[in-house]
């Protein structure tokens, strides 16, 4: 298995994890080592706004994908409340890699959507 060196770039951290599930499943031994693990990112009302209209979903859709409710995205959205640490790293990874996002489950969005 190759090391990953993570740097702030969440795609490595995701082929990094992705290793270590293959290597479990195959039964080797994983190595310890130490993770850079950037600061969480501020996320403004305007940025929230354009990571779901990237992703062309409502804010209901985008709450679900996101695992929270839509009065918390419009209270994001509309600068009343910010995100937490654990919702800005699904932020993050929602706009750097928003096919992640998009994978989660797909009947959601078609479902949500649709009405």
Known sequence: MRRARVNNDMSEVL???EEGLQALRSG???KRGLLEIPDRPGFTPQRITQIRNRLGV???TFAHLLGTSPSRVRAWEHGMQTPSGLASRIL???EREPEVLMRTDRRVVGLLDSK
């Open 28 to 30: 080797k031994k994983l």
């Open 15 to 17: 082929v990094a994890a």
């Open 92 to 94: 993050e990874i929602a």
């Open 58 to 60: 409502s804010q209901t």
